[in-house]
């Protein structure tokens, strides 16, 4: 199972929205809407920003948003705040019922 | 909420077997998921497996040969073990209560792993 394919940087100033994609194929986003995505700042636990494509778990906040189209789906933050710059990583279902998850993606506040 | 933490050596020598353990607290561990995941320096997650808390296994292919994950309801622990270390198998090692198989909900901070030389 390869893994998902996001771009390695994004940046953004304070107040700006960036978009991070996350591109698969129909054996994982494009087939099933169980697209999550983490946030990860070092020496941290990974935290759960988006699950079920555009889901947002308890305490999240509504600058975070997740949409999906084929076999891309996408995480976008509105009001970039510098506590925001941090890796996101996407994950996804497979037809092998097992998880995969992207590359990874540094995104940096300017 | 949730709270997990990893333990375990830090260091492993070539060819030796790899065994961290998951220390639940917070909540009951006599339901969901329990998964293992990984993070090489420098490189992106992987997803090595998880537990359910009856204790059926579900494991990535590329790993399956190798690992075993279990559970221990009474201490509110589960375990990895990782045979046959290699290089390769450098990485920080999360632990995390997913309510699914694909879903990892509450992590762990990590643990770092290396090989020794």
């Known amino acids: 199972q390869s893994a998902l394919t996001q771009p390695a940087s994004v940046s953004g100033s304070p107040g700006q929205s960036i978009t991070i994609s996350c591109t698969g194929t129909s054996n994982d986003v494009g087939g099933y809407n169980y697209v999550s995505w983490y946030q990860l700042h070092p020496g941290k636990a990974p935290k759960l920003v988006i699950y079920d494509v555009s889901d947002r778990p308890s305490g999240i906040s509504n600058r975070f948003s997740g949409s999906k189209y084929g076999n891309t789906a996408s995480l976008t933050i509105s009001g970039l705040q510098a506590e925001d710059e941090a890796d996101y990583y996407c994950s996804s279902y497979t037809t092998t019922a097992t998880l995969v998850f992207g590359g990874g993606t540094k995104l940096t506040v300017l | 909420q949730v709270q997990l933490q990893e333990s375990g050596p830090g260091l492993v020598k070539p060819s030796e077997t790899l065994s961290l353990t998951c220390t639940v607290s917070?909540?009951?561990?006599?339901?969901?998921?329990w998964t293992w995941m990984r993070q090489p320096p420098g490189k992106g997650l992987e997803w090595i497996g998880s537990?359910?808390?009856?204790?059926?296994?579900n494991y990535n292919p590329s790993l399956k040969s190798r690992v075993t994950i279990s559970v221990d309801t009474s201490k509110k622990q589960f375990s990895l073990k990782v045979r046959s270390m290699a290089a390769a198998d450098t990485a920080v090692y999360y632990c995390?209560?997913?309510?699914?198989?694909?879903?990892?909900?509450?992590w762990g901070r990590g643990t770092l792993v290396s090989i020794s030389p």
């Open positions: 995390a209560r997913a309510l699914t198989d694909w879903l990892p909900w509450d």
């Open positions: 917070g909540g009951s561990i006599s339901s969901d998921y």
């Open positions: 537990v359910y808390y009856s204790g059926s296994t």
